[in-house]
Structure formats: C-alpha cells, structure tokens
C-alpha cells in the first residue's frame, strides 16, 4: 500500500502546483492515475500472489474509490462550485487509494479548503464581500422573485482547491503510512 500512497501524494502534489501556476489540473497527470491505479493493483495482487480473487478484488476497490470520491465533487461541479479537474483529481486519488482511504483524504482537502479559503480571502480584502454574496446564494431561493438580489459573475470569488486536496492526501497518507 506504501507505494500507492507515495503515488498519490505525487500525483496530487503535482496536481497542486499546476492548479496553483495555472488554474488547471491536466488531464495527461488524473487519467493515468484513474486508469491506471486498478491495473496496478491487479497486477500486485498477481505478483505477490495473493491470488486472482485478491488481485480481481483490490481492482474492484479501486474502482470502487474511484466511483465514491467523484460523487461529493461531482455534485459541487454541477453547482458550478468546483472545476472538473478538481472532480478528476479526486476520482484519481479514490482510485490509488481506495474508497475508506480516498474518502478520508477528500474530507481532510475539503476541512483545509475550509481552512484556506477564508484566509486568503482576508488577505485580498474581499471577506466580507464574499459572506454578503454567499447570504445572497443562500437566501435567494426563499425570497420572492422581486426581492432577490442578483450577483454578477465578476462579484464571485474563485478558489484553486489543488494545493487543499494535496494537503489532505498529505495528511490521510501519513495516517496510515505508519499502520501500515
């Protein structure tokens, strides 16, 4: 298991850095690792020879992280919350590290996303403007029709969630490297 959570501290630290340099998390570094996480763990379960059963079953739970860490981000995407290469990274990590494991690491990004945002919100001045916009998407669908209050796209803040979901792989990976 060592290596598949080496493998996607890599992944998202390298998701990370281009999400931060460019707002975008490149197809050519998520598809490998969505593909190619249930391959590798047929083929470790055929090399250890835990037995094809094992090796079918790994595959199967990789396929299974995968499936369960895009649902929650695939929802967000939707809602025009998050990108897509955000839904694609976290599908990945799901893949390499399996539903139980996947899942904590997306909890930990989400709680460090939690945890950035609002500082660097703070930090460029625009806190209380983002609170006042985000009452309004709250409050909006309770409202009459006349009393809603429109906000303009240019009014909407945007977070790059890479650098938070290489903080929470970071940390779901060194929570089991040491059971392992």
């Known amino acids: 298991m060592l290596a598949f959570l080496v493998a996607a501290v890599l992944v998202a630290g390298l998701a990370a850095f281009s999400d931060w340099r460019s707002g975008m998390i490149p197809d050519k570094l ?3 690792a969505l593909f190619g996480a249930p391959v590798a763990y047929l083929v470790r379960g055929v090399v250890t020879h835990a037995g094809t059963d094992a090796a079918v079953t790994e595959a199967g739970w990789s396929l299974g992280g995968a499936l369960v860490c895009a649902l929650i981000p695939l929802f967000l995407y939707r809602q025009s919350a998050i990108g897509f290469g955000d839904v694609k990274l976290f599908a990945a ?4 590290l399996q ?5 904590e690491a997306q909890t930990y990004g989400f709680v460090a996303a939690a945890l950035l945002a609002p500082a660097r919100l703070a930090y460029e001045g625009k806190l209380l403007g983002t609170l006042k916009n985000t009452l309004a998407l709250l409050v909006n669908p309770f409202m009459p029709k006349a009393k809603r209050r429109t906000i303009d796209q240019e009014m909407m803040s945007w977070f790059r969630l890479g650098p938070a979901i ?4 970071v ?8 059971g392992l």
């Open 99 to 103: 539903p139980m494991i996947g899942l």
């Open 166 to 169: 290489f903080v929470g792989t």
């Open 93 to 96: 990590l799901g893949a390499l």
């Open 30 to 32: 998520t598809l490998p």
């Open 171 to 178: 940390l779901a990976a060194l929570m089991h490297w040491r």
